[in-house]
């Protein structure tokens, strides 16, 4: 069988992907005890029947813990497991940048691009979750782009199953991205002549009605029970429910200037924002100035206006936070942009100089891969290893963090008898986690941007009654200089603070940081207690 050159790209991009990957199968740069903690836990949760929301406290849509509990089933209940799934993911986000490119430019730009996009990709360190996100976003942006073409109904309702799943990964972006679609779709008909038709209107009622329903029903289906302050502790859309705040004067001048510190910190930062931002320049006096053939002139301009769209729609977490990490949510269409960009610009660009721009550019990204697999596997040294059976995987994190997470799985595993639950706080889920033990309580983290009232808090001291919890684990953020977190006992949760410090004696200090100031994932310290 002859593959035509688009088929072998296609390949091509997933190889690298998957070769990019591989290495991260059991290494992780940068493992949390809160956040990473509580992807695990709640992928291990729902594999035993329990709910998200309603049965633990969860922060995202409910699909992901589903999605990678499924590897635990079948591959083990280990880390590996999700990094597995994880590394699907990037492959699948890589394919469909490659095919979303392809639309536009050649097979090889759009492989250049795919890769390039790979090894530059913003990875949402602190999460498992979004990187469902991303490559559903992807898969609507291939068929929007597809759409401009052939004008096929059914890119349109794949887009729409794509956008229902990004709803359950993450449902602000689900919603902004049927906004997207529709607006988008609006535009094309409009520029390419397509038609109304009875399939067009039903498209129609789907995005603007069903798809939103659907997304309504499941989400008020776990959500319902919960009281209301439960509620926005899960869906932290409301008001001061997020300890960042900031306006778009503020986080728009802050994005145009870490774009530029970008291109100056480095040595080859300068030439690759010459080589970009020139193409960029040269294409947009191009389309202006109708220097381009009429048809793909036509396609590229309703290709960048839903690029546009969706890289605006998705940047409203960022604009209103500041919170740099949530650019990435829009930095596929950023790098989509920019090889459209340059497929214009190679229209008037000699055939040498854009020869230089493909080995430039390709080279980079080639050395990018080849480069990230030495970094990896050189951070793979013994006192980098979890090695708990539910581990199994070396990270990133200071040998003390490692030695102290260690040390204390061990000491819980050999210590807790099979009934025996602990209360781990004031976000530490990956203990419950590591040993497999079930939280004797609801609610997995404690701080005070989680505003947690008296009332939650005589719940949480009932849950620790109602299951006899034989031992408390503190970690050294029950007390951080960190916005928003705050002190246990004093700016948060003084009834829980006053209710363990009368049941409870410190039984031992199992070591780890406690002089510097706790982190995300490093200067942690644990101090466990019983019950007296």
């Known amino acids: 069988m002859k593959l035509n050159p688009k088929t072998i790209f296609l390949i091509l991009t997933i190889l690298m992907s998957a070769l990019y990957a591989w290495p991260e199968l059991n290494y992780q740069d940068l493992l949390s005890q809160g956040d990473h903690g509580r992807d695990l836990y709640a992928f291990d949760a729902v594999t035993h029947g329990k709910l998200p929301y309603k049965d633990f406290w969860w922060v995202y849509g409910p699909i992901m813990p589903y999605y990678y509990g499924l590897f635990f089933k079948l591959f083990g209940v280990h880390i590996t497991s999700v990094l597995l799934g994880r590394a699907l993911l990037v492959v699948v986000c890589s394919a469909f940048l490659y095919l979303s490119a392809a639309c536009l430019m050649p097979p090889l730009l759009a492989y250049i691009a795919a890769i390039w996009f790979t090894q530059s990709r913003l ?29 096929s109904m059914s890119y349109l309702w794949i887009a ?17 991205g049927l906004a997207g679609i529709v607006l988008s779709v609006l535009w094309i008909d409009s520029s390419k002549k397509y038609l ?34 439960a509620i926005r502790q899960c869906m932290p859309y409301y008001g001061d429910d997020q300890p960042y705040h900031a306006t778009p004067l503020q986080t728009v001048p802050y994005y145009l200037m870490q774009h530029w510190f970008t291109l100056v910190r480095t040595p080859l930062g300068l030439p690759i924002g ?4 020139g193409c960029t320049l040269l294409g947009l006096y191009l389309l ?39 650019t990435y949510w829009s930095f596929p269409f950023l790098a989509l942009f920019h090889f459209v960009m340059i497929a214009v610009a190679f229209t008037f660009i000699p055939k040498f100089v854009r020869i230089l ?51 204390v799985t061990g000491y819980l595993n050999s210590t ?6 602990f209360f781990a706080l004031p976000y530490d889920c990956l203990y419950y986690y590591l040993t497999g033990k079930t939280s004797p309580t609801r609610q997995l983290i404690f701080f005070d941007h989680i505003k947690i009232p008296p009332q939650q808090e005589i719940s949480v001291i ?71």
Not at 161 to 172: R, S, T
Not at 294 to 316: C, E, N, P, S
Not at 364 to 372: D, E, P, S
Not at 465 to 479: C, E, F, G
């Open 274 to 277: 010459i080589v970009l931002h």
């Open 416 to 421: 807790l008898k099979q009934d025996d639950l």
């Open 288 to 326: 202006i100035s109708k220097k381009v053939e009429k048809t793909f002139r036509q396609d590229v301009l309703l290709a960048l206006a839903v690029i546009g769209i969706f890289f605006v729609f998705y940047f409203h977490e960022f604009l209103v936070s500041g919170v740099w990490y949530r």
């Open 462 to 532: 009932r849950e620790l009654m109602d299951h006899n919890t034989s031992y408390v684990l503190m970690s050294s953020r029950i007390a951080s200089p960190e916005t928003g977190l705050g002190v246990f006992g004093k700016t948060y949760c003084p009834l829980i603070a006053e209710y363990i410090h009368e049941n409870y004696l410190p039984l031992i200090r199992q070591g780890g940081d406690w002089t510097q100031p706790p982190g995300w994932a490093d200067n942690h310290g644990v101090i466990i207690l019983k019950r007296k």
């Open 357 to 407: 721009i493909m080995v430039f550019l390709g080279g980079l990204a080639m050395a990018g891969i080849v480069v990230h697999i030495g970094m990896v596997q050189s951070q793979k040294l013994p006192f980098r290893y979890l090695s708990m059976d539910r581990g199994r995987i070396y990270v990133g994190n200071e040998p003390q963090w490692t030695d102290t997470v260690n040390r």
């Open 123 to 151: 990875e949402f360190f602190f999460t498992y979750n979004h990187i469902g996100g991303i490559a559903s976003e992807l898969v609507i942006c291939w068929c929007l782009l597809s759409y401009i073409r052939i004008g």
């Open 196 to 229: 109304f038709d009875e399939q067009k209107k039903k498209f129609y009622l789907c995005a603007a009605a069903v798809v939103p329903l659907a997304l309504g029903i499941i989400y008020w289906l776990l959500l319902h029970e919960l009281p209301l302050y």
């Open 160 to 176: 729409l199953i794509a956008d229902f799943v990004l709803g359950l990964v993450k449902i602000n972006f689900g919603l902004a």
